[in-house]
């Protein structure tokens, strides 16, 4: 199946490549190197859209079309896989379940200053006992005084270092399962929450990775968002666009690890001619390209599935289990094919590959996304 990309979407794509080139590639290595994105840079996104891309233009969004959503963020991959990831868990996770949860006055206050990008936010599920099994965290809320009071402590929260509001799961019918969890709008500075140091990681060290404690947090009824022990259910949802993300973001590191193999192939000489005349080095770029493109069809269809509001779980975890693999394995093989000065951080491809290590963890891991496919697939088996 083809497809082609509307003039909107070029233009979009266009657009973030052109910014990207500019206002980011230039100093990815050193944010990368200061562990840092500068705050300023997400003003600057938000005045391209991008900090409410799927978020409707009443809503302070650029209210633009799926697609185009994860074209933007490949984009931004290309030049940095530490922004697309904070963009991407703001977007999708963040300002997606305020705009697909929220009450009209929920969204007028946190999710207008969000998708303007003059906010950032973050989202929290995960804990340190309940990663893959996020049904089994610990973190509590129950009624007091008007609200509600939250305890407990969550792991791993993308932004959470920079962000001004949480979108928080904790459990409100503890016996209730995944069944009794439910999400809370937490702002920055309520007491009672904390944030932890910034976790210094392997890949994407300029998108702060933090933990929150929840030390009897006092949240007014009015910032539930959707309804009580709805929380889950709602998380899934975002997970599944989220994933697709994911996927494009892989893709990004991917074409950018493969855009450096080939220019150094091309000009590097060893016994008298460059490294592209070898055959090893060819069909490590042919593999690259194959799976690259392959990877983008899977992305392509799971994201206008997600665009028509067709049932695509299955779809969305198949795009980004290939696609988070594959973006490892070209990452793997430009590093490979720059030798030893691809082992340091002059040649960036180094950053490609630590960067391209989360996409097979990070909101589901691969061996997660292989069991939600074959549940799917032996749910509708044929008796």
């Known amino acids: 199946m083809e497809f082609d990309l509307t003039d909107d979407q070029r233009q979009i794509q266009e657009a973030v490549r052109a910014f990207s080139a500019a206002e980011v590639a230039p100093y990815a290595s050193k944010w990368d190197e200061e562990q840092r994105l500068p705050p300023e840079i997400y003003q600057k996104l938000g005045g391209l859209g991008l900090m409410g891309m799927t978020v409707p233009e009443d809503h302070g969004g650029a209210g633009v079309d799926f697609i185009s959503s994860i074209l933007a963020i490949e984009e931004l991959a290309y030049a940095h896989g530490s922004l697309a990831l904070s963009v991407a868990a703001h977007n999708s996770l963040a300002c997606g379940q305020i705009e697909a ?47 509600w009071e939250l305890n407990g402590s969550k792991q791993f929260t993308t932004n959470g270092a920079a962000a001004d509001l949480y979108v928080i799961m904790v459990k409100t019918d503890p016996a209730a399962g995944s069944h009794g969890i439910t999400a809370f709008i937490v702002e920055r500075g309520t007491p009672g929450l904390t944030v932890g140091k910034k976790e210094d990681k392997l890949g994407m060290r300029a998108s702060d990775t933090v933990s929150l404690t929840l030390d009897h947090v006092h949240v007014p009824s009015e910032n539930l968002l959707g309804q009580p022990g709805h929380g889950f259910i709602d998380a899934l949802a975002r997970l599944d666009r989220g994933r697709v993300g994911i996927g494009g973001m892989a893709i990004g590191l991917g074409r950018a690890a493969l855009d450096a193999a080939v220019a150094y192939a091309g000009q590097r000489e060893q016994f008298g001619q460059s490294l592209a005349s070898f055959q090893a080095i060819q069909w490590m770029i042919a593999d690259s390209a194959t799976e690259l493109e392959a990877a983008q069809l899977l992305v392509l269809r799971a994201a206008s599935l997600q665009q028509r509001s067709l049932p695509c779980t299955k779809e969305c975890a198949m795009a980004k289990l290939f696609a988070s693999e594959a973006g490892l394995r070209v990452t793997d093989r430009a590093l490979q094919i720059h030798g030893g000065y691809g082992y340091i951080r002059e040649t960036r491809v180094e950053r490609y590959f630590r960067d391209a290590r989360l996409c097979t963890i990070g909101e589901g891991t691969s061996e997660i996304q292989r069991l939600v496919i074959a549940r799917r697939i032996l749910e509708t088996a044929r008796p």
Do not use: Y
């Open 101 to 147: 949860s929220g009450t009209p006055e929920q969204k007028a206050k946190f999710l207008v200053p969000l998708a303007s990008g003059r906010k950032l936010g973050a989202w929290a599920l995960t804990e340190s006992v309940s990663g893959s099994d996020a049904a089994g965290m610990r973190s509590t809320a129950v009624p007091a005084r008007g609200g």
